[in-house]
């Protein structure tokens, strides 16, 4: 029998992420508009914000304003079910934990909270041109 996925406010989720209030679906950024307080937005292109979307996240050039301006990505979790939080969690958690030479570090994670009360959870890595 399958069960519909559940869209739904919650508090807490597994692995202690506390939202507080339901995921913003379409977060709307300008350049140089603070994600998590600290990551300042960067055009991606000439046309474009965004480095990459999908329905289930938002992925954005940015520079971290704690780390000398460094350039980051950081991938904002925008779909609100149940079980799409809890995987991105789940990323966020395992990422934070592996450090390996192949693999690129984490530089930060956490919860972007709107003035409405929205809110969306977000992973930030060091950004890897082409060859690096």
Do not use: C, W
């Not at 460094?70 to 450090?99: C, D, G, P």
Request: hydrophobic share 40%; charged share 20%; net charge negative.
């Amino acid at each position: 029998m399958a069960v519909a996925a559940e869209t739904q406010t919650f508090e807490t989720i597994p692995h202690g992420l506390e939202l507080v209030g339901d995921i913003n679906t379409s977060p709307e950024f300008g350049p140089g508009d603070l994600i998590g307080d600290r990551f300042a937005v960067v055009p991606a292109s000439d046309d474009s914000l965004e480095l990459a979307s999908t329905t289930l996240s938002v992925v954005y050039l940015t520079k971290d304003t704690e780390n000398k301006d460094a350039q980051a990505v950081l991938k904002l979790h925008t779909n609100n079910s149940v079980e799409s939080v809890i995987r991105s969690e789940r990323e966020r958690i395992l990422a934070s934990e592996f450090i390996h030479p192949k693999l690129i570090p984490v530089v930060a994670t956490g919860l972007h909270v709107y003035e409405d009360g929205t809110n969306n959870p977000y992973i930030a890595t060091v950004y890897a041109q082409e060859g690096d």
